[in-house]
């Protein structure tokens, strides 16, 4: 499984209220984990709603030359995989049939939907949960299971809004393990981070949101820089490589949010 992914002048908003704007990404390869970061009210969960068929866009995405934006719901969950940044339990159900609601009632191979969740829950280590009800899980674990949601259906783009937000770190390590097995085969994730050296660590490119707008995009190196986190974060902060080679944040310096923005 191949993608590529171009989007090009996507807008995207509430009501009355204008939040994405003009957002246009270079070509994104197969097998790209695109981290997306900025701070709060930045606008990357408006995004990546507005990318999943969620809000009325504008402009254009183009999954593998297909045009996502005025795709039939149902076609598009086939190709895209959306997980929330909260995963609200369906009161009432179990965790297998949660995953059940993302399957079509028989798969193109054949399987049942039950058989289907569970071997989604089985790659993800949670096929422990499968009987449990959605609404007694704890935060990570409902993590765990809103990823599966994402990927029942075997899409090639992921939208993962903050997938590790709730976990310990042994489970943030195989949750972001199991993103990079997905892209392996050629799938694209986007996935929303707050964590910068996580962001680093883990992602092929970075994009950074900043009041609706894309303020950067590039590799760690050229996006994580001192005068980036300053426009943006408005922290003083320095850039270092620890000695395994990875970027590192330092935030030592103080933060300079006005009150509005800290209220955000
Ligand atoms: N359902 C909604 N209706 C109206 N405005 C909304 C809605 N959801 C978000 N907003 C507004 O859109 C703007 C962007 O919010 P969004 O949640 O996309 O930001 P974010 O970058 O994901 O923030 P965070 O890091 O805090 O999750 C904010 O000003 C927010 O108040």
């Known amino acids: 499984m191949t993608a590529d992914l171009q989007i ?6 509430y009501r009355n209220r204008a939040v994405i704007r ?11 984990i695109v981290a997306l970061i900025g701070p709060n009210g930045a606008g990357k969960s408006t995004l990546l709603r507005g990318l999943a068929g ?8 183009t999954l593998d030359g297909q045009e996502l934006v005025h795709l039939p719901a ?9 997980m929330p940044q909260s995963v609200i339990g369906r009161v009432g159900l179990s965790v297998l049939e949660c995953v059940m609601t993302a399957l079509p009632r028989h798969s193109p191979d054949g399987m049942e939907a039950d058989v289907a969740a569970l071997a989604v829950l089985a790659r993800l280590g949670a096929d422990d949960l ?21 990927i029942a259906r075997d899409p090639k783009l992921l939208l ?25 085969d050629g799938r694209i994730a986007i996935v929303v981070l707050h964590d910068l050296a996580y962001a680093a660590q883990w992602a092929d490119r970075i ?15 050229e996006v994580l820089t001192p005068d980036m986190l300053r426009q943006v974060y408005r922290i003083e ?28």
């Open 160 to 184: 993962l809004d903050e997938p590790t937000s709730a976990l310990d770190l042994a489970r943030r390590h195989m949750i972001m393990q199991h993103v990079r097995d997905l892209t392996h």
């Open 54 to 61: 969620l809000l009325p866009v504008t402009g254009s995405v």
């Open 237 to 264: 902060a320095r850039v270092e490589r620890c000695s395994a080679g990875r970027l590192q944040i330092m935030t030592d310096g103080a933060a300079t949010l006005t009150q509005q923005e800290a209220r955000r």
């Open 74 to 82: 149902p076609r598009r969950a086939d190709l895209v995989g959306f």
């Open 207 to 221: 994009a950074v949101l900043h009041e609706g707008r894309l303020f950067a995009f590039g590799t760690p190196d």
């Open 8 to 13: 090009n002048g996507i807008s995207c908003g």
């Open 22 to 32: 003009d957002i246009t990404l270079p070509l994104l390869e197969p097998g790209a």
């Open 130 to 150: 499968a009987n449990r009800a959605v609404g007694q899980l704890s935060g990570g674990q409902r993590q765990a299971v809103g990823l599966a949601v994402a």
